[in-house]
Antibody, heavy 117, light 110 residues
Framework: EAQLVESGGGLVQPGGSLRLSCAAS????????MHWVRQGPGKGLVWVSY????????SYADSVKGRFTISRDNAKNTLYLQMNSLRAEDTAVYYC??????????WGQGTMVTVSS | QSALTQPRSVSGSPGQSVTISCTGT?????????VSWYQQHPGKAPKLMIY???KRPSGVPNRFSGSKSGNTASLTISGLQAEDEADYYC??????????FGGGTKLTVL
């Protein structure tokens, strides 16, 4: 069964850094576009970032551009999100999702990131 | 990258039909046939229900259907069931490999 499992969330101070991981199983990551999506407490879904199948193309929401970096290690079947200069407004559950065409077909269970002093 | 506009809440009785709208612009919803819809139960991950405006993934009941007219996409759920009570989000491709979600709609089954 195909699944995604995120890890790496936690409590970090404003201005700090955190790296999220998303491990894929049951399918080969290198055939798919991948995304990160976040959801603040009691809020809606917000698309954060995209990466193509070989990692040569990436894109970001304006709110995280220049602070977050998406990457992938296809040999390890793992997706990453490096988050720097974190702000209180980055507090959210972060989901990774497998793209299928222009939709987000398979989602992980999410990992919580809390930015607070 | 402004969020797409959805009603905050809709409701219906079991067996009835409800429609959730998703309004954008010609740069997103109106510009591409890449609107998708996601169902999210409390504390759970989102689930893809409709993709490419009107296509259903395998396993999604045919009670769920999607459409688009101009800059507005719609999700219709017919024959409402108790388990359909959830939050629903639309999402549109916006070009340059970027996407935008709607604000979400809470569906209550009365």
């Amino acid at each position: 069964e195909a699944q995604l499992v995120e890890s790496g969330g936690g409590l970090v101070q404003p201005g700090g850094s955190l790296r999220l991981s998303c491990a894929a199983s049951g399918f080969t990551l290198n055939r798919n576009w991948m995304h990160w999506v976040r959801q603040g407490p009691g809020k809606g879904l917000v698309w954060v970032s995209y990466i193509n199948s070989d990692g040569s193309s990436t894109s970001y929401a304006d709110s995280v551009k220049g602070r977050f970096t998406i990457s992938r290690d296809n040999a390890k079947n793992t997706l990453y999100l490096q988050m720097n200069s974190l702000r209180a407004e980055d507090t959210a559950v972060y989901y990774c999702a497998r793209g299928d065409g222009y939709s987000l077909y398979l989602w992980g269970q999410g990992t919580m990131v809390t930015v607070s002093s | 990258q402004s969020a797409l506009t959805q009603p905050r809440s809709v409701s219906g009785s079991p067996g009835q039909s409800v429609t959730i709208s998703c309004t954008g612009t010609s740069s997103d919803v109106g510009g591409y046939n890449y609107v998708s819809w996601y169902q999210q139960h409390p504390g759970k991950a989102p689930k893809l229900m409709i993709y490419d405006v009107s296509k259903r993934p395998s396993g999604v009941p045919n009670r769920f259907s999607g459409s688009k007219s101009g800059n507005t996409a719609s999700l219709t759920i017919s024959g409402l069931q108790a388990e359909d009570e959830a939050d629903y989000y639309c999402c549109s491709y916006v070009g340059s490999y970027t996407w935008v979600f709607g604000g979400g709609t809470k569906l209550t089954v009365l």
